[in-house]
């Protein structure tokens, strides 16, 4: 079981929260600095942006390979599936 820290709101207060990758779900490192975060907006049926998002995670592993393209387009044709776009 892994020791968080919480207030007594409830709010979880650790100081380092790591993220996993999207594509090979491992764990991103804080000293991963070839790691990024991209924010696909989603758009409705006239092109327009709609004010929401979808994260993802690349670590910085998936880069050097030179996979995260066809990764983020396999990413993103899954999602875009079920948020039905």
């Known amino acids: 079981k892994l020791a968080t820290m919480i207030n007594d709101e409830g ?12 594509a090979t779900n491992r764990l991103i490192g804080s000293k991963d600095f070839a790691s990024v975060q991209i924010n ?8 327009v942006y709609t004010g929401q998002a979808t994260t993802f995670a690349l670590c910085g592993f998936l880069r050097t390979m030179g996979e995260a393209d066809s990764s983020l387009d ?7 599936v079920e948020i039905g776009q």
């Open 11 to 22: 709010d979880n207060v650790d100081l380092y929260i790591p993220r996993k990758c999207s």
């Open 40 to 47: 696909v907006g989603h758009l409705d049926e006239n092109g």
């Open 74 to 80: 396999r990413l993103w044709s899954t999602k875009k």
